[in-house]
Every structure is written in structure tokens, then in C-alpha cells.
């Protein structure tokens, strides 16, 4: 069963730091690109990044260009988000999703259930 | 970046209605477009990929058409289980983009 594990949200104040992490299991996990999708409360989903399965190519919605990294750890089968500098506006529920190919252009198949960064001073 | 636009932004159905929900392009993105389901509190759920594709597992009263700019999501004998908000998603470029959701109620 594969199972997406994300951890490391929480209350950040703004122009602070965050890092989260997605946990994989069930898949092979160097077999997929990963992508973070976002939620803001009572809206609709926001593409943040993705990675390829190598973690050779990674692409950001512009934003977020400049302000967060996406890097994946295949030996651990972890996927990471560094966001810093964070705004209001990144306020949000953050889904890890796995693309259903290794290519950075393919859709999400599986979602894991979300981790809530609050930005808020 | 391409815009995609869904209509309606809602609507209200009754247990074995067909609906059609459209999602418009800004420019062509080939086939290269997903729609997902989402109920309240829940992760999205992959429905159609590559845009007539149905998903592993999915039902097939669920079905996708369309190409370059315009796709329809086609529901065709509404299920209790369906009630939910659904989203287009462009994968062409790597700059991906949702549609703004469609919301389906129960009349």
C-alpha cells in the first residue's frame, strides 16, 4: 500500500523558516517524481514544486521561485520542501503527491493528508 | 503561465443526473491534463489523466474528453459518493496549473 507521510508544519511568524518532510512507503520510490501541492483554507489547490526521480531536474510555481527548495533523498525514500522567507500567503495546507512516472510532467496518483503551515505573526 | 478555467464554479445535481464539467485552456496543452476529486477535509484523488485516461480502480461513470483547449469531466449517472469539488490540472508545461475547482451539491 503505498502510504505519504508529511511532517514539519506548524506556526511560523512571517519572514521565517520551515522545512517539511514527506515520508514514502509502499512505492520505489526512486522510480517517481514528487511533487507539494497547496491548499489555503477554503480555496483551491496550488501547484508549489516538483522534483523528477532523480532528483536531477526541479521546477517551482513563481510563488515561490526564490524562496523554497525541493530536494528528495531516494536512499531514505524522503522528499523535502525548505521554504524560507514565508509570507501570509503561504499560509496553507502542503500535500506531498507522487507523479505517476519519473518525468517532472506527469500527474499525482497518490496524495498524502496534508500539513498545515500557519504564517502568522 | 497557462490559465485554466473550469465551468460552472458550481452546480446542483440529483442522485442519477449526468454532468458535464468544462475546463478551458489558455493555450494548447496537447492531452496533457488530469482532473482530480476532492472531498471535504480529504486529499485530492486522481479520476482521468492525460485527459481521457481513467484511473486505476476509478469508476467508469467517470469519463474525460477533449484536447489542445477544451476537456470535459462527464459524470454520467450520479453517485452519492460524487458530492464532492472537482479540479482540472495542466501538466504540459513545467509550470503546472489547477482550475479554480467545481463544486457539485446535491439538489
Known amino acids: 500500500e503505498v502510504q505519504l507521510l508529511e511532517s514539519g508544519g506548524g506556526l511560523v511568524q512571517p519572514g521565517g523558516s520551515l522545512r517539511l518532510s514527506c515520508a514514502a512507503s509502499?512505492?520505489?520510490?526512486?522510480?517517481?517524481?514528487m511533487s507539494w501541492v497547496r491548499q489555503a483554507p477554503g480555496k483551491g489547490l496550488e501547484w508549489v514544486s516538483v522534483?523528477?526521480?532523480?532528483?536531477?531536474?526541479?521546477y517551482y510555481a513563481d510563488s515561490v521561485k526564490g524562496r523554497f527548495t525541493v530536494s528528495r533523498d531516494n536512499s531514505k525514500n524522503t522528499l523535502d520542501l525548505q521554504m524560507n522567507s514565508l509570507r501570509a500567503e503561504d499560509t496553507a495546507v502542503y500535500y506531498c503527491?507522487?507523479?505517476?512516472?519519473?518525468?517532472?510532467?506527469?500527474?499525482?496518483?497518490?496524495w498524502g493528508q496534508g500539513t498545515l503551515v500557519t504564517v502568522s505573526s | 503561465d497557462i490559465q485554466m478555467t473550469q465551468s460552472p464554479s458550481s452546480l446542483s445535481a440529483s442522485v442519477g443526473d449526468r454532468v458535464t464539467i468544462t475546463c478551458r485552456a489558455s493555450?494548447?496543452?496537447?492531452?496533457?491534463l488530469a482532473w482530480y476529486q476532492q472531498r471535504p477535509g480529504k486529499a485530492p484523488k486522481l479520476l482521468i489523466y492525460?485527459?481521457?485516461s481513467l484511473e486505476s480502480g476509478v469508476p467508469s461513470r467517470f469519463s474525460g474528453s477533449g484536447s489542445g483547449t477544451e476537456f470535459t469531466l462527464t459524470i454520467s449517472s450520479l453517485q452519492p459518493d460524487d458530492f464532492a469539488t472537482y479540479y482540472c490540472?495542466?501538466?504540459?508545461?513545467?509550470?503546472?496549473?489547477f482550475g479554480q475547482g467545481t463544486k457539485v451539491e446535491i439538489k
Open positions: 503527491a507522487k507523479g505517476k512516472t519519473a518525468s517532472s510532467s506527469s500527474p499525482s496518483d497518490y
Open positions: 509502499g512505492i520505489t520510490f526512486s522510480s517517481y517524481a
Open positions: 522534483i523528477s526521480a532523480s532528483g536531477g531536474s526541479t
Open positions: 493555450q494548447s496543452i496537447s492531452s496533457w
Open positions: 492525460k485527459a481521457s
Open positions: 490540472q495542466q501538466y504540459n508545461s513545467y509550470s503546472w496549473t
